[in-house]
């Protein structure tokens, strides 16, 4: 379906959805109430066969509603894309239904989202962290979370006693290594450091 | 330099039947020859590993063609790939379980220091749970740059006393 299409088709089935701003694919907020139906309808009527991504976006722990979760689906047929987002009722308990009835691969995205900012998936058959481990006491991708992380006791209590590992903030050397655009150069534009105090090509300061 | 004699085997009607050397060298040579991986083959250093094991890049010539997948039949443990906090556990268990002598080689820069990710999830050099002997640099290193390391692993072994690998740390 095309963006016209879709939009048209949405807004007849479910007229309380709002369209959002969005520069590439057709994108809409829809209510956590109405999202499995929306998910449905999109799946069924309107070919949009595969659930291509479920993430989320924390806005700062001074917005509310705070924690937005967004589905991307494509139609495999038509070649499209259209973007679903539904804000988190909760700022303290973000929860939301799951789409684990509809696509089976949303199972390891719901994970992930769970894992990275706690959002609980209503219906999840096995909802428990992906990348960390369970009973690790942060979410990653809150916005209160350092980028290099923040120091704990490793998850095996035998292997922390026997090596005195732990795990600690990664060093950052200078901050994230990011891109710089409009450089002429290739040398000059690729990722590095923000800080650049002491590289190979500066001398370390004293 | 060419010579008549094309036998390259040992002659016991030559040699007589009886060898006499240091008991060091004996014990280390069979190690050195010998050294079967246990691959612990995380990430995408592990495609290489494998191509190192492969008929162009052949291991087999260093006689480390056996990858024992069970810890307890194996010298060596080659780390090869990005270790997270969480896989951080189960591999300090597999070393454990290694018996003595044993050695570990970092191969590539996840292993060696937690390579391009500086992240709260990934161990930032496996150093940090077990004792490495040899570090592979690479993203992922050439399979010639691994059986490198292999070779430096077997002269590190060459040179130590044999007898103090029988109980280590």
């Known amino acids: 379906m095309t963006a016209a299409d879709v939009t048209t088709a949405l807004k007849e089935k479910f007229p309380q959805i709002a369209g959002r701003p969005s520069l590439d694919w057709p994108a809409f907020d829809v209510a956590p109430a109405d999202i499995s139906a929306v998910l449905k309808f999109l799946r069924d009527e309107c070919a949009y066969d595969m659930l291509v991504d479920v993430t989320a976006i924390d806005a700062g722990t001074d917005k509310s509603p705070r924690f937005t979760v967004v589905w991307h689906l494509l139609s495999t047929t038509a070649h499209d894309y259209v973007r679903l987002a539904a804000a988190c009722a909760s700022d303290t308990e973000p929860a939301m239904p799951s789409a684990v009835g509809l696509w089976a691969g949303a199972n390891w995205h719901e994970r992930e989202t769970y894992d990275m900012f706690g959002i609980s998936f209503t219906g999840h058959p096995d909802l428990r962290r992906i990348l960390m481990w369970e009973g690790y006491p942060y979410f990653p991708l809150r916005k209160e979370f350092p980028l290099a992380g923040i120091e704990t006791e490793l998850p095996d209590v035998e292997v922390a006693a026997e090596t005195k590992a732990k795990v600690r903030p990664a060093p950052m050397m200078g901050g994230p290594f990011v891109t710089s655009s409009g450089e002429f150069g290739l040398g000059e534009a690729e990722p590095k450091a923000k800080d650049e105090s002491w590289t190979e090509r500066r001398e370390k300061p004293e | ?169």
């Not at chain 2, 969480?86 to 044993?102: C, F, G, N, V």
Request: overall charge positive; some cysteine; glycine content about 6%.
């Open chain 2, 1 to 169: 330099m060419v010579s008549a004699n094309t036998e390259l085997a040992y002659n016991s009607k030559i040699e007589g039947d009886v060898i006499v050397s240091r008991a060091d060298a004996v014990i280390n040579w069979i190690r050195t020859n010998s050294m079967w991986p246990m691959p612990m083959g995380l990430a995408c250093c592990a495609i290489e590993l494998m191509a190192s094991a492969a008929s162009r890049f052949d291991i087999a010539r260093f006689g480390a063609e056996v990858m024992r997948f069970s810890p307890r039949q194996a010298d060596v443990m080659i780390v090869a790939g990005t270790v997270t906090y969480k896989m951080a556990s189960a591999l300090r268990r597999i070393y454990d379980q290694m018996p003595d002598p044993k050695w570990v080689i970092a191969m590539g820069a996840c292993a060696s220091t937690g390579g391009m990710y500086r992240s709260y999830a990934v161990l930032q050099g496996v150093d940090r749970i077990v004792p490495v002997d040899v570090y592979v640099s690479g993203c992922p290193p050439r399979p010639e740059a691994l059986l490198d390391a292999l070779i430096k692993l077997q002269e590190k072994v060459r040179r130590e006393p044999a007898f103090t690998r029988l109980h280590t740390a």
